[in-house]
């Protein structure tokens, strides 16, 4: 209760407002999921009720949060990038980031069984999270780019990994075989010896998830545009490709 002789206590506790005017990027990540990807034996190298389950979660932060305008995930990670005018939490970085980080790990738990109704859950997961701030769009970009590139680096050497894998090379002979090769040399180890054409994969796989407040225009009575969050398998690394966030001003305006 308010006024005891022990409320100085509170004054230890030192403010964490993060600048203002500045884009807050959230970026959680599941803690030893190299481990918990095995002992629920997730199909390798990418499970795609997995990335699903990701994928929902993100969602349900975009409809808890409408700060967050834009969010990219790939594997055990996902970035949330809040508006960058916010004042949730009055920008208080912990507060911003425990309930972000605690929303996503508790709905990966409640949806779980959505995604694999035959899994049980054999412990609970945990996520860890930072918050950096960026102070230009261009930052913001390059942020997203970062990690589509690490996304595509990543899939084309796991992809590569597990094809040898598959097809009988131990996990150490398979490393050996791929150390050194080129991005082009890979796709021609996946085309030459076993058929795949690595454009063709999946492009979830590939490119990872972007999840956003697409606008829907609805021709109907009223002309206001409604906002819908979708998930999309989109290109974003800039300036290669622009196409993406000229057609979605708005998210970063
Ligand atoms: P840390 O706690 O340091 O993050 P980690 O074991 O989670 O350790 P990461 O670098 O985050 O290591 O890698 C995540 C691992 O989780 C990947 O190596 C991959 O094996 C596994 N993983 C995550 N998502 C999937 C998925 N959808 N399908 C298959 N494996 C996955
Ligand atoms: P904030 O998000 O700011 O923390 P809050 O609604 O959680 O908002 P708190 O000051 O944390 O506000 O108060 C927690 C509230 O949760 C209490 O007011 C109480 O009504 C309720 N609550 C928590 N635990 C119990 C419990 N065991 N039994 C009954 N009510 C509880
Ligand atoms: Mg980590
Ligand atoms: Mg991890
Ligand atoms: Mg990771
Ligand atoms: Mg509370």
């Not at 030893?32 to 009720?49: L, T």
């Not at 005018?85 to 709905?107: E, G, N, W």
């Not at 492009?203 to 956003?212: E, L």
């Not at 690394?237 to 993406?244: K, S, T, V, Y």
């Amino acid at each position: 209760m308010a006024n005891s002789k022990y409320e100085y206590v509170k004054s230890f506790e030192l403010p964490d407002n993060l600048l203002p005017s500045t884009w807050i990027i959230v970026r959680i990540d599941g803690r030893g999921f190299r481990k918990f990807s095995e002992a629920h034996e997730f199909e390798k190298p990418n499970d795609e009720n997995a990335l699903m389950l990701m994928n929902s979660c993100a969602i349900s932060l975009l409809d808890d949060f409408p700060d967050i305008v834009f969010a990219y995930g790939v594997s055990d990670e996902y970035s949330f990038v809040f508006k960058k005018s916010s004042q949730i939490y009055k920008r208080r970085a912990s507060k911003i980031l425990s309930t972000c980080v605690s929303l996503f790990s508790s709905t990966y738990v409640m949806k779980w069984a959505e995604f694999f109704p035959n899994k049980p859950l054999k412990y609970a997961p945990s996520f860890d999270g930072r918050v950096v701030l960026y102070p230009t769009v261009a930052h913001v970009h390059d942020y997203l780019s970062w990690r589509q590139v690490d996304c595509h680096i990543n899939n084309q050497y796991n992809t590569c990994l597990w094809t040898l894998v598959k097809s009988g090379k131990t996990n150490e002979e398979a490393q050996k075989f791929l150390k050194g090769t080129q991005k082009q040399e890979k796709n021609e180890i996946l085309f030459q010896q076993f058929g795949i054409n690595y454009n063709t994969l999946p492009p979830m796989f590939r490119k990872g998830s972007c999840v956003f407040r697409e606008e829907v225009h609805e021709i109907s009575k009223s002309k206001k545009v409604k906002k819908k969050v979708v998930v999309d398998h989109c290109d974003i690394i800039c300036p290669g490709d622009m196409h993406f966030w000229n057609e979605h001003p708005y998210i970063l305006s």
